[in-house]
């Protein structure tokens, strides 16, 4: 059963967000935290399918793969090589294939902001990563 917003809630009635989970055990144990000296990947192919649609980056090993809705490459990937975290390329949101969920944490905001930068050219506005 699903409840409403509060009213003083800034999501409009009908309407749902995604919570990113906060408390994600894998975080700490596969992501040192350390961007590579080459930033992190925002463009390029699936290393899996050669797609270019709509990639992840594995934030362990930096591999670009390729979403399920596409090929389904990074949660092979995530399979076979334990590698549980990705960052979107589309939005950079960033997934948690153990936990099944998005996440959000300290450890991942210079992931974050290196992809922006490179992606954009710029900071965010607002530091809204």
């Avoid at 809630?9 to 935290?33: E, L, N, Q, R």
């Avoid at 549980?84 to 996440?103: A, K, M, N, R, T």
């Amino acid at each position: 059963m699903t409840t409403p917003p509060p009213s003083s809630s800034p999501i409009p009635p009908g309407a749902f967000a995604v919570v990113p989970k906060k408390d994600c055990p894998h975080v700490t144990a596969f992501i040192s935290g350390v961007v590579p000296d080459g930033g992190v990947p925002v463009e390029g192919s699936c290393v899996g399918c050669r797609d270019r649609s709509e990639n992840w980056v594995c934030l362990t090993c930096f591999n670009l793969n390729c979403a399920r809705a596409v090929n389904g490459c990074s949660i092979g990937h995530a399979e076979q090589s334990s590698h549980p975290i990705v960052l979107s390329l589309s939005d950079l949101s960033v997934w948690c294939y153990g936990c099944d969920e998005y996440i959000s944490h300290e450890v991942l905001f210079p992931f974050k902001l290196a992809a922006y930068r490179r992606k954009f050219g710029e900071n965010p506005p607002n530091n809204i990563i």
